[in-house]
């Protein structure tokens, strides 16, 4: 059976985004829906695909004493961030959840992720997103996740804002596509490139093939390609990628 609850989505962070948010650790793993039923255990990714966890990681979960929790998977540890057939604001959510864990019996496989700025309690927001991103990447973390602390669990849209370490590369242009988009070539994988492309840029057309453009992206895919590739600029001060 299909899990009962449709995680919330995160959108890639945005100046805008940054307000009155708390933020939380990224943890780099397979995001789960765990729920507990009557003793039972149940773990679907956020497509709806199952998971089978191993027993000691599952117990862990029934120790939390909810029925469902959001959390990322990582190997046979859950990191859990959030109840969401709870109910109330995140304020609400995360003290339930900190109380749960503080009853459940400790285990090494059952992690709280850490919340790394709570304006209410920092007096504000005294660092800046790039800051706080770099010192969870220090710590070990993907990134950091920002979030509304009044508002309720948004099944299935893209409420929270995620950011994580951005790369650049110099790329080659190998085909352009009818919509003016282009195609670069990283290690033989063909990468659509379709944002951050100025008017003049789409309107090249042929006259991109074989030049040299710089892409900002977020990380190398399984498959090789780039997620959320962005054009920075043609080179136009060279022809030869370093």
């Not at 005294?126 to 969870?136: F, K, L, S, Y």
């Not at 710590?139 to 995620?162: C, H, M, N, S």
Request: hydrophobic share 40%.
């Amino acid at each position: 059976m299909p899990a009962s609850i449709q995680p919330t989505l995160c959108r890639v962070h945005e100046q805008g985004d940054t307000g009155d948010c708390i933020v939380e650790a990224k943890v780099d793993g397979v995001r789960a829906i765990v729920e507990v039923e009557a003793g039972e255990v149940r773990a679907y990714t956020r497509n709806g695909t199952v998971i089978d966890l191993p027993c000691d990681t599952a117990s862990a979960a029934v120790s939390i004493g909810h029925p469902v929790i959001d959390c990322e998977l990582v190997g046979d540890v859950l990191h859990v961030f959030d109840l969401p057939a709870f109910g109330g604001s995140w304020r609400v959510r995360r003290a339930v959840l900190e109380h749960a864990f503080a009853k459940a019996p400790e285990s090494d496989k059952l992690l709280l992720v850490p919340v790394l700025h709570d304006p209410a309690l920092d007096n504000g927001y005294p660092e800046d997103t790039q800051t706080m991103m770099d010192r969870a990447v220090a710590a070990g973390y993907e990134g950091i996740v920002l979030k509304d602390p009044e508002a309720g669990y948004v099944q299935g849209e893209r409420v929270w804002a995620k950011a994580k370490p951005e790369h650049t590369e110099d790329l080659r242009v190998v085909d352009v596509m009818r919509n003016g988009s282009l195609v670069v070539s990283r290690r033989g994988v063909k990468v659509v490139v379709g944002i951050g492309l100025s008017r003049t840029v789409r309107s090249a057309g042929a006259a991109m093939l074989g030049r040299l453009v710089e892409v900002r992206y977020q990380e190398v895919t399984a498959a090789g390609s780039l997620r959320h590739p962005v054009l920075v600029r043609v080179r136009h001060d060279k022809n030869e990628v370093n």
